[in-house]
């Protein structure tokens, strides 16, 4: 954004409609496909590790070229790359809708996958460059709760729909969001123009993608391969001589794809790193709750949505206020309690049982719901804080690819823990798979997986106290 350019705040709350609509769009198509899995794999003749892959091809393209739209967000413009991608969103989720077995359904969620992550590469710093500085928590506690009401709809919507529709009509449901969107996207956001004589990093663009991707397969036929199998021996090694290469090339381009130095920011990195493991935690309690509330306690599909939305409620409720707290009081205090919120959420969630009712559900997935409001808000707000106006694209994208990757992550690391414990508690192979075990062996897989989770967190905590000590340090050294 040029100097030149004055931002008109007075729009701002016009700017955050038409964010917040993006997130809503894409919050609900994600947390219906989640709440359908279970009927997807009746309805489709597939397998657990099959189904995972609606999610997960929509979760892996997403995080393969997030960043590279950040970056072209930051040389070009994000309104035209913003609206274009409600627009491809909107088209893939019809042809999902349409799609006839399991494997045109992944396919067409790939085509979801390219607009969302347009729309949500771009999100963050749209909403950042609109606020004054010192609203941004605010505003982005807004933008929290608004993808908590996408959540909270998603579920219930979706639960309604394959109870009394089919599941074809999960995905159509988008397309008058996808209209309206756009319009919204066209009308008020502003079209601010980048200065000229900027280059696009392909070398770096074209050797994180294959680094990325081959994290992201390696990690997921893992789960059906095992970690050992050669093919996924070769995929984890070729992540790892890429990535090197990616952080040469960045190093020596006179114009980077992603400006390295963002890094020695501690407080940057801390933060960074917190959000990518709650994520990777989040991810996979969600993706194991719909199971736990259909093939334990035997709940109807409408119920699991009903049920399915008190996490995202919660944080519904707790991000905005969160935000406007940090806005106050600093983002350090506030991340470290949500934290502690969430581990005490994962360890309540190891004592679920055959015969938990709904209330003893609710209360022990409440606090990983609220700690997720109090964590987040503040959270994004240290990290798009932490750039300069120049570079909110490429943070928008970072911020965003660690969501997505530590969603893919989590799915496929989690999900392929709970199906080795699950048959593990078994005692025997199933040709089904791990779903097709006794309700009481699920359980025993899904109670040591949130065990794993909770620790997790407590890595995140630990993490968190040594940004706390640096940021009293560097406070003393200023005084």
Not at 211 to 225: E, I, R, V, W
Not at 323 to 332: I, K, V
């Amino acid at each position: 954004m040029q100097a030149s350019q004055a931002v008109d705040y007075s729009r701002k709350w016009y700017v955050m409609a038409a964010v917040g609509m993006s997130l809503f769009l894409a919050t609900v198509d994600g947390s219906i496909v989640n709440v359908s899995l279970p009927t997807l794999v009746r309805e489709l003749q597939t397998d657990f590790p099959t189904v995972q892959w609606v999610v997960l091809a929509y979760l892996l393209t997403q995080t393969t070229l997030m960043l590279s739209v950040g970056r072209l967000g930051d040389m070009i413009g994000k309104k035209q790359i913003f609206t274009a991608g409600f627009v491809v969103f909107t088209i893939g989720s019809v042809l999902c809708g349409f799609s006839p077995t399991v494997h045109w359904l992944i396919a067409f969620r790939v085509v979801q996958a390219v607009g969302a992550s347009m729309v949500l590469a771009l999100g963050f710093a749209i909403v950042t460059e609109s606020f004054p500085p010192q609203e941004r928590g605010r505003a982005l506690g807004i933008n929290g709760s608004l993808v908590s009401i996408g959540i909270v709809t998603g579920p219930v919507l979706g639960g309604f729909i394959i109870e009394n529709l089919n599941w074809h009509w999960i995905f159509f449901v988008n397309l008058p969001i996808g209209i309206i969107g756009t319009i919204m996207a066209l009308r008020f956001i502003p079209d601010f123009h980048p200065e000229g004589g900027q280059r696009f990093d392909f070398a770096g663009a074209i050797t994180l993608f294959i680094s990325l991707l081959a994290l992201l397969l390696g990690l997921t036929l893992g789960q059906n391969l095992g970690l050992n199998d050669p093919l996924v021996l070769v995929l984890l090694a070729v992540w790892v001589l890429f990535l090197f290469i990616f952080i040469y090339i960045e190093m020596h381009a006179e114009q980077p794809m992603i400006d390295l130095h963002i890094f020695r920011t501690t407080l940057f990195t801390v933060n960074i790193s917190t959000g990518l493991l709650t994520f990777i935690c989040i991810a996979g309690a969600l993706i194991l709750v719909p199971f736990y509330l259909e093939n334990v306690l035997g709940f109807t599909t409408q119920k699991v949505g009903i049920l399915f939305a008190i996490v995202p409620i919660a944080m519904g409720i707790t991000a905005p206020i969160s935000g406007s707290l940090s806005d106050r009081f600093g983002t350090r205090p506030i991340t470290i309690t949500g934290l502690l919120v969430i581990a005490s959420g994962y360890l309540a969630m190891t004592t679920l049982s055959t015969d938990t009712s709904e209330i003893g559900y609710l209360l022990r997935m409440a606090p990983i719901g609220i700690g997720m409001g109090i964590f987040q808000s503040p959270n994004n707000s240290a990290i798009m804080g932490a750039v300069p106006n120049e570079r909110l694209g490429i943070a928008s994208g970072l911020l965003s690819i660690t969501r997505t990757l530590g969603q893919t992550t989590g799915i496929a690391l989690l999900g392929a823990f709970w199906a080795f414990r699950t048959l593990a508690y078994n005692n025997a192979p199933l040709p089904g798979g791990a779903t097709t075990a006794s309700p009481v062996f699920q359980l025993g897989g899904m109670q040591d997986t949130f065990l794993v989770t909770a620790s997790l967190i407590g890595l995140a905590l630990f993490i968190s106290f040594v940004g706390l000590q640096y940021e009293r340090r560097a406070a003393q050294a200023t005084a």
